[in-house]
């Protein structure tokens, strides 16, 4: 029997992105990208959303796996202030379609930093019932794209063969997006 957990951190960058940039910046690119293919080989899903210098990032797989890749980031010097909020065992995988989703704060999370009193993205600032809340916003976000059109009732969950991993199909996704984003930084830099 599989022991899936559920961890989920915050930290403060050390680096400045550029707020007026579109898209996904530079940096966070780069960090994406290797963690989707170092992801895939650990068998460890998860989001990651950043706002306002903050990072909120939740991790899912095996104890073991999940465990030593947290310890990883705690020692990564592009951030600091790494700060545990949630590690729980679960049944099954939350973002079990996504290797490493990006997010950026958007008008959903705007919405609920207001609700919960916050002028700014600050993780730092949520107890456990508003984390649960906020991991419950990026889990609609990353589903978002499963719905049908028209007013159809939204697929419920993934085959049960998906439940317990991430679907090679939606790896290779991951990894068209992430050559995608690859091929436009080079765009930009060559123009």
């Known amino acids: 029997m599989s022991d899936l957990i559920q961890l989920v951190y915050s930290s403060r960058s050390n680096t400045e992105f550029d707020a007026s940039a579109v898209g996904v910046p530079q940096?966070?690119?780069?960090?994406?990208?290797?963690?989707?293919?170092?992801?895939?080989?650990?068998?460890?899903?998860?989001?990651?959303?950043?706002?306002?210098?903050?990072?909120?990032?939740?991790?899912?797989?095996?104890?073991?796996?999940?465990?030593?890749?947290?310890?990883?980031?705690?020692?990564?010097?592009?951030?600091?202030d790494v700060t545990l909020l949630l590690s729980r065992s679960v049944h099954h995988r939350q973002f079990r379609l996504w290797a490493m989703k990006y997010?950026?704060?958007?008008?959903?999370?705007?919405?609920?930093?207001?609700?919960?009193?916050?002028?700014?993205?600050?993780?730092?600032?949520?107890?456990?019932?508003?984390?649960?809340?906020?991991?419950?916003?990026?889990?609609?976000?990353?589903?978002?794209w499963r719905r049908p059109a028209g007013n159809a009732v939204p697929e419920r969950s993934a085959p049960a063969s998906m439940s317990g991993g991430i679907s090679p199909a939606m790896l290779g996704i991951g990894a068209l997006a992430a050559a995608l984003t690859v091929v436009t930084l080079i765009a930009l830099v060559i123009l």
């Open 103 to 144: 997010l950026s704060v958007d008008r959903p999370i705007r919405q609920f930093l207001a609700e919960q009193g916050l002028k700014r993205f600050d993780p730092f600032a949520l107890d456990g019932e508003a984390v649960d809340r906020l991991l419950e916003i990026l889990r609609s976000d990353t589903e978002e």
């Open 27 to 80: 940096e966070i690119a780069r960090i994406l990208s290797a963690s989707r293919r170092n992801n895939k080989r650990s068998q460890i899903g998860g989001v990651l959303c950043y706002g306002d210098g903050c990072f909120f990032q939740c991790l899912e797989g095996e104890r073991g796996s999940v465990e030593k890749l947290y310890q990883t980031i705690a020692n990564d010097n592009r951030h600091r």
